[in-house]
């Protein structure tokens, strides 16, 4: 028998047709998931303006993940954000 058991904590939400799943472990209980998946439908929705579709999600998801990289980063001025995410890519090198 195996000892070396992995004990993780799940904590998922369906946000429209999109669901979103969290892992963690030991210090990274439900509760502090529960907070990450919190902010994570925060981003999506002022994102997409509502409850996404598939196919919204998909359309914005660039958008969703620049939102999300300024949040980790401890950018949380919303302003901030959509101004950063309404920028053009370069188109050169």
């Not at 472990?25 to 579709?53: N, Q, R, S």
């Amino acid at each position: 028998m195996n000892k070396n058991v992995l004990l993780s904590d799940i904590v998922y939400m369906a946000l429209g047709d999109v669901s979103v799943y969290v892992v963690g472990k030991d210090e990274y209980d439900e509760f502090a998931l529960a907070e990450v998946i919190f902010v994570i439908t925060l981003a999506v929705k002022d994102e997409c303006g509502k409850l996404p579709t598939e196919r919204l999600f998909l359309d914005k998801y660039r958008r969703i993940c620049l939102s999300l990289d300024e949040i980790i980063w401890k950018n949380t001025d919303k302003d901030r954000i959509r101004r950063l995410v309404r920028l053009k890519p370069p188109t050169e090198f």
